[in-house]
């Protein structure tokens, strides 16, 4: 039997985009980017595709806040439990207008959150703590899905360590890079080689991906 896709459409919430002037905007995030994103989306969903979106969902008091620790800016770094922890400005509080996934949501079965208890970090969406999964793999799994297609912000934070935790959990993983924004964008190039060293797939245009699986669906 053909091995089933599905895509992950990483945090496309307005604090990461300049086009809603979010407050940890990352370069390359105007209308035209988040645009971009819907349309691929769209088209993937077109091909019978499943889609997830994710959602990065702070209460606001979240440790990696820098407001959260008296003295200390954003984009400097703590050391919390033996690690090194990035502190940002405070983005994606629950239930805020710039918390919101800019494109349509009718375009996802679901959408998973992290990062929600104010006392731990985590850029993974497929699981947090130590080891404790969140609802993805359950829902790759009832939809039969063997093949994930990911993309979205912030290339070197969540799309590397979700990318990386599917991989390690058996999913055959692919990243569309030109879909793709970092906070910075050396970190970015520098994690998206490290993802292709642990055996992502790597490409660069959504074209790509839907002429192979237009090519599936005709050699079906
Ligand atoms: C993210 C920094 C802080 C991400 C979330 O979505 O990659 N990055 N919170
Ligand atoms: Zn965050």
């Known amino acids: 039997m053909l091995k089933k896709w599905g895509v ?36 993937f969903k077109e091909l019978g ?57 009718n375009l996802f079965l679901a959408i998973v959150k992290n990062a929600q208890d104010p006392d731990f970090e985590n850029y993974s969406f497929f699981q947090y703590g130590k080891g404790t999964k969140t609802e993805m793999d359950t829902i790759l799994r009832i939809n039969g899905i063997e093949k994930v297609i990911l993309y979205g912000i912030a290339t070197e934070y969540c799309v590397r360590a979700t990318s990386l935790d599917l991989l390690a959990a058996g999913y055959k ?15 970015a190039a520098t994690a998206l080689d490290e993802m292709r060293c642990k055996g992502v797939r790597v490409i660069t245009t959504p074209e790509e991906m839907i002429k192979e699986i237009l090519q599936e669906i005709f050699d079906k």
């Open 173 to 187: 993983t692919t990243v569309i890079e030109g879909l793709c924004r970092g906070v910075s964008t050396d970190a």
């Open 8 to 43: 992950i459409v990483i945090d496309i919430q307005g604090d990461f985009t300049k086009w809603k002037q979010g407050s940890l905007a990352v370069p390359g995030s105007d209308e035209n980017y988040v645009k971009s994103v819907e349309v691929a989306t769209r088209q």
């Open 49 to 105: 595709v499943p889609i997830l979106g994710t959602q990065d969902w702070h209460s606001p008091d979240h440790i990696s806040f820098a407001t959260s620790h008296p003295g200390k800016r954003p984009f400097e770094t703590i050391i919390i439990d033996g690690g090194t922890q990035a502190l940002w400005p405070p983005h994606c509080i629950q239930g805020t207008e710039n918390a919101r996934v800019l494109i349509d949501n």
